[in-house]
C-alpha cells in the first residue's frame, strides 16, 4: 500500500502533468531555426548560456536545468521533456565540444523534470547511466512511463560525490517538503547549487502547496544555505545569490506566521484567504495567480498542526 505522502505525491505529479500540459499549448514553433535565433536571447521558448566555469544553464520554456563538463564528461541533469531534450543535446553539443555523456541526473521524480532521458541516450549512448534517489527510482516504476527510462543507479537520503579532479559534483538530499526523492547539486569549486522546486527565484509556491509540509520546506532552504556557496540555479526562474534564498526562507516564515495568526483568531480559510496580504511579494511571479492559493495551503497546514496540538 502507498501511503499519504506518496499517493499525495502522485496526484501532484498528475496535476503538474495537466498544468505542463496547458502550458505546452501555448502557440510557440519549436523549429530549430527558432531555436538558433534564441539561443543567446532569453525571450525564445529555450536558450543556454554559461553561469560559472565548466558549468550552464539549459532552458526549454519555464523549465530550467543544468550541466556540467566534467574531466570524465558532461553530467546532464534533468532532460525536462522530449522537446527540450532534443534542443538539450544541441545546447550540449555547442557548449562542449568533442562531448561525451558521463550521466544524466533527475533531481526528483517529477516527470516535468525528469521525461526526455531517451532521447539524450539516443545521441549519446544507450548505456549512459541514469542517476536518482531511490524513491525516484521506486515512484517512475509505479508510474510506468514508456518516456522516463528509470535510473540505473540510485543514491540514499546520504547522497553521493561524483568524483572530479577539477569539477566534482555533491547530490545531495536536504529534505521530504517536495517528493521524498530531491536531490540538489552542489558544485564546491564553483560554489554553486542547483536546486529544484522546493527553492524558486522570487516567485510564489506552486498553488495552494498540495501535500508541502511547509515546516520541512523553510528547513530545506535553510539546509541550503548552510552550504558553502555563491551562486543558486534552480528549476524554474534565473540563477541568484544567496540573497535569493534568504528572500524564500523570509517569505515563506511571513506566509506561515500570518496563517498562524488567522487559526489562533479562529478565522476561516476564506477568512484567512481574504484579509491575508503580504505586499512585500506583489512583484514575485505568480503573485496574483497564486498567492491566496499559497494563504489557503499555508492556512490548511497550520489549522491541521493547530487540530492535533502541536
Ligand atoms: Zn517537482
Redesign the pocket.
Known amino acids: 500500500m502507498k501511503n499519504r505522502k506518496q499517493k499525495n505525491g502522485l496526484l501532484y505529479g498528475k496535476y503538474?502533468r495537466l498544468v505542463m500540459l496547458a502550458i505546452f499549448l501555448l502557440p510557440v514553433s519549436l523549429s530549430s531555426g527558432l531555436y538558433a535565433k534564441s539561443e543567446k536571447g532569453s525571450n525564445g521558448p529555450s536558450e543556454w548560456f554559461k553561469v560559472a566555469k565548466n558549468t550552464y544553464v539549459f532552458r526549454y520554456k519555464f523549465h530550467f536545468t543544468l550541466f556540467v563538463a566534467t574531466d570524465k564528461g558532461v553530467v546532464a541533469f534533468d532532460p525536462l521533456s522530449n522537446e527540450a531534450a532534443e534542443l538539450y543535446v544541441k545546447a550540449i553539443r555547442a557548449a562542449v565540444p568533442d562531448v561525451k555523456l558521463r550521466a544524466i541526473v533527475y533531481t526528483?521524480w517529477?516527470t516535468?523534470?525528469s521525461t526526455g532521458a531517451k532521447v539524450l541516450r539516443r545521441e549519446f549512448g544507450n548505456n549512459v547511466p541514469i542517476i536518482g534517489h531511490e524513491n525516484t527510482y521506486k515512484t517512475l516504476k509505479e508510474e510506468d512511463n514508456a518516456d522516463v527510462p528509470l535510473p540505473t543507479k540510485t543514491v540514499t537520503n546520504s547522497g553521493l560525490m561524483l568524483k572530479d579532479t577539477n569539477n566534482p559534483i555533491e547530490l545531495k538530499y536536504l529534505g521530504y517538503a517536495?517528493?521524498n526523492s530531491m536531490l540538489i547539486a552542489f558544485l564546491p569549486k564553483q560554489k554553486l547549487v542547483f536546486a529544484?522546486?522546493f527553492v524558486n527565484h522570487d516567485s510564489m509556491g506552486w498553488r495552494d502547496l498540495p501535500g508541502v509540509d511547509i515546516d520541512e520546506l523553510i528547513l530545506m532552504q535553510k539546509r541550503v544555505m548552510a552550504l558553502d556557496f555563491n551562486t543558486i540555479t534552480f528549476?524554474h526562474g534565473r540563477p541568484g545569490g544567496r540573497e535569493v534564498v534568504v528572500r524564500q526562507i523570509a517569505y515563506y516564515q511571513a506566509l506561515l506566521n500570518e496563517a498562524k495568526k488567522a487559526v489562533s483568531k479562529k478565522l476561516s480559510e476564506d477568512q484567512a484567504a481574504k484579509s491575508i496580504v503580504l505586499n512585500k511579494y506583489k512583484n514575485w511571479e505568480n503573485y496574483d495567480n497564486w498567492f491566496t492559493l499559497n494563504v489557503r495551503g499555508a492556512y490548511r497546514f497550520e489549522k491541521e498542526k493547530s487540530d492535533k496540538g502541536k
Open positions: 503538474i526528483h517529477h516535468d523534470h517536495h517528493t529544484v522546486d528549476g
